[in-house]
């Protein structure tokens, strides 16, 4: 539950200052602790996993070169996907 923390954050801060302004300065007496209770919300908020989750990693995906691999029909060899022309031997790929 990270979320809901820090909203409490914000909104335990945002009432703090607010009531300081409203007051011009003398509201910091009775605000202080709500602006220190936000901070410390946001602090555990940001701090803490969501929900226990295990951080999502982005696994980067396959590869455009490992996946597209094709081999020469002629000598073997691995050449790319795309190329009409064995870069090896030379055999022409392109169908006529
Ligand atoms: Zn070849």
Redesign the pocket.
Known sequence: MREPLVMLGVIFIVVGVALTFVTFGIGIICAWPLIVVGLILLLIGAVLPPDGRPVVIHQPPPSEASRNKR???????E?PFDSNV??????DFRSK
Do not use: A, L, Q, V
Not at 71 to 77: E, F, I, K, M, W
Not at 86 to 91: H, L, M, N, R, S
């Open positions: 081999y020469c029909t002629n000598c073997g060899r050449i064995c870069p090896y031997c030379g055999k």
